[in-house]
């Protein structure tokens, strides 16, 4: 089965911009989706598919793609965005299986 | 807006079976293309996908836990259900349950607040 990579944790300072990568096999053949989680609450959906955003979601939060890697982007931080972030695709195998990433702690100087 | 909530019990014992239920409401269990799903989160660790189900019955698993779920439907209360066999201190997990677009792009659009359930005995 699939695996998707992510880095453990980054920071950023206030109003500025971070990356938040992911990797794996599956992102060459699927995009990834974006996921928000702050402690204690249910995870967000803050991006899907080529780059949208659902309703009410931000547009500092942009998503994008290359080759084995999916990207989150935040411009212009703000302290709510502090979050644990994952990302999430279907297997490589193609079939109606799907996997999340390691994750990735936001921090927000 | 839809919404969904899980329900079951907090605790249970080891070798035994977790069962939990989803209720949605808002909207139709089985109305559009949606599938719905469980995601399972142990304390302090990441999210894991359990499995997936659709208003039919048609169903998709995590082949790491394949051999002890069981993932059910139930129109008629607008609920889908899981059920976790011979669980260990393992399996203690926060539960959420969500709503799958399970054709392109991919994504859970919509999920519960999530229920803690502790496996000891």
């Known amino acids: 089965s699939s695996e998707l990579t992510q880095d453990p944790a980054v920071s950023v300072a206030l109003g500025q911009t971070v990356r938040i990568t992911c990797q794996g096999d599956s992102l060459r053949t699927f995009y990834a989706s974006w996921y928000q989680q702050k402690p204690g609450q249910a995870p967000v959906l803050v991006i899907y598919g080529r780059n949208s955003r659902p309703s009410g979601i931000p547009d500092r939060f942009s998503g994008s793609n290359s080759r084995n890697t999916a990207s989150l982007t935040i411009t212009g931080a703000q302290p709510e965005d502090e979050a644990d972030y994952y990302c999430n695709s279907r297997d490589s195998s193609g079939t109606h299986l799907y996997v999340f990433g390691t994750g990735t702690k936001v921090t927000v100087l | 807006q839809l919404q969904l909530q899980e329900s079951g019990p907090g605790l249970v014992k080891p070798s035994e079976t977790l069962a939990l239920t989803c209720t949605v409401s808002g909207g139709s269990i089985s109305s559009g293309t949606n599938y719905w799903g469980w995601i399972r989160q142990p304390p302090g660790k990441g999210l894991e996908w359990i499995g997936s189900?659709?208003?039919?019955?048609?169903?998709y698993y995590n082949p790491s836990l394949k051999s002890r779920v069981t993932m059910s439907v139930d129109t008629s209360r607008n609920q889908f259900s899981l059920k976790l066999s011979s669980v260990t201190a393992a399996d203690t997990a926060v539960f959420y349950c969500a709503r799958l677009q399970d054709y392109a792009p991919f994504y859970f659009d919509y999920w519960g607040q999530g229920t803690l359930v502790i496996v000891s005995s």
């Open positions: 189900i659709y208003y039919s019955g048609s169903t």
